[in-house]
């Protein structure tokens, strides 16, 4: 069992930058795949990013390489998403995931889901 708590988000204006963090409970944090994912209102949940157990793989969606980026600790069970260059566009609540295997984009395919953490980005 693994217990996500999501924390960073708030209210910046486009161009700044927030990092969002994610606490696991657990001794096997470096066990799973870490991800996270969006959702803005009336939209579907869209994957964000990805990183592998040990840190050393990344995954991003494509319209968001080069301005947001994923990392890790495992000593502290805690993942990050740094995120840089915000747009009104990026305004969604961010959860973070963990899952068994990296490189699912799938939502379906984490087993844990944090609360989740309000993003808003004026224009």
């Known amino acids: 069992q693994v217990q996500l708590v999501e924390s960073g988000g708030g209210l910046v204006q486009a161009g700044g930058s927030l990092r969002l963090s994610c606490a696991a409970s657990?001794?096997?944090?470096?066990?799973?795949?870490m991800a996270w994912f969006r959702q803005a209102p009336g939209k579907e949940r869209e994957f964000v990013g990805g990183?592998?157990?040990?840190?050393?793989?990344?995954n991003y969606a494509d319209s968001l390489k080069g301005r947001f980026t994923i990392s890790r600790d495992n000593a502290k069970n805690t993942v990050y998403l740094q995120m840089n260059s915000l747009k009104p566009e990026d305004t969604a609540v961010y959860y973070c995931?963990?899952?068994?295997?990296?490189?699912?984009?799938?939502?379906?395919?984490?087993?844990?889901w944090g609360q989740g953490t309000q993003v808003t980005v004026s224009s």
């Open positions: 657990g001794r096997t944090f470096s066990s799973y795949a």
């Open positions: 990183i592998s157990g040990l840190g050393h793989l990344t």
């Open positions: 995931a963990a899952a068994l295997f990296f490189g699912q984009q799938t939502p379906s395919n984490y087993n844990y």
